[in-house]
T-cell receptor, first 110, second 113 residues
Framework: AQRVTQPEKLLSVFKGAPVELKCNYSYSGSPELFWYVQYSRQRLQLLLRHISRESIKGFTADLNKGETSFHLKKPFAQEEDSAMYYCALRPPYNTDKLIFGTGTRLQVFP | KAGVTQTPRYLIKTRGQQVTLSCSPISGHRSVSWYQQTPGQGLQFLFEYFSETQRNKGNFPGRFSGRQFSNSRSEMNVSTLELGDSALYLC????????????FGPGTRLTVT
């Protein structure tokens, strides 16, 4: 079965604390993994994709094929990071279809 | 470049009616996908269109249909509306299937009463 699991609905931290948003996936093959973010009253937008291996807004995510995980991390959270974060999987064949996790709301308190 | 636009932004319909939602992709983008977002089920894939052809369909009943025009604009239609169809419907566009980043529209909020 193709599935993306985000076990935490809500993650609350204080400014400056480290953040890790968990994502596990189930897919028989080599999918592409993404993190999308939705800030309040804004559109869903791409944050990271595993193939680019870059850091955006201080966030990084490493694909662990052995554990089928793609956790999102940031060493020092900022208040402006407060948003809804979705992990998503795209099958490796020629498609734009995304399978999303249920999302984690990150709240960063001052 | 203008972003993905969706019309209308808000819609209220009665059970049993039908509805058509529209999506205009970013200029030059040829792939359009649709998603349903609800508090209970989250974001679920509806369809994917490329070159006026449906390439993929999610696990939704036949009441949900769509199409894509030669200018890449896309519409989705829901017939015989049910209360459970109340949701935010998002579309996303990309240059091509599996190519480049997908950009999402603001969504159409459908309420079925």
């Amino acid at each position: 079965a193709q599935r993306v699991t985000q076990p935490e609905k809500l993650l609350s931290v204080f400014k400056g604390a480290p953040v890790e948003l968990k994502c596990n996936y189930s897919y028989s093959g080599s999918p592409e993994l993404f993190w999308y973010v939705q800030y309040s009253r804004q559109r869903l937008q791409l944050l990271l994709r595993h193939i680019s291996r870059e850091s955006i807004k201080g966030f990084t995510a490493d694909l662990n094929k052995g554990e089928t995980s793609f956790h999102l991390k940031k060493p020092f959270a900022q208040e402006e990071d407060s948003a809804m974060y979705y992990c998503a999987l795209r099958p490796p064949y020629n498609t734009d279809k995304l399978i999303f996790g249920t999302g984690t709301r990150l709240q960063v308190f001052p | 470049k203008a972003g993905v636009t969706q019309t209308p932004r808000y819609l209220i319909k009665t059970r049993g009616q039908q509805v058509t939602l529209s999506c205009s992709p970013i200029s030059g983008h040829r792939s359009v996908s649709w998603y349903q977002q609800t508090p209970g089920q989250g974001l679920q894939f509806l369809f994917e269109y490329f070159s006026e052809t449906q390439r993929n369909k999610g696990n939704f009943p036949g009441r949900f249909s769509g199409r894509q025009f030669s200018n890449s604009r896309s519409e989705m239609n829901v017939s015989t509306l049910e209360l459970g169809d109340s949701a935010l419907y998002l579309c996303a566009s990309s240059p091509g299937r599996g190519q480049g980043e997908q950009y999402f529209g603001p969504g159409t909020r459908l309420t079925v009463t």
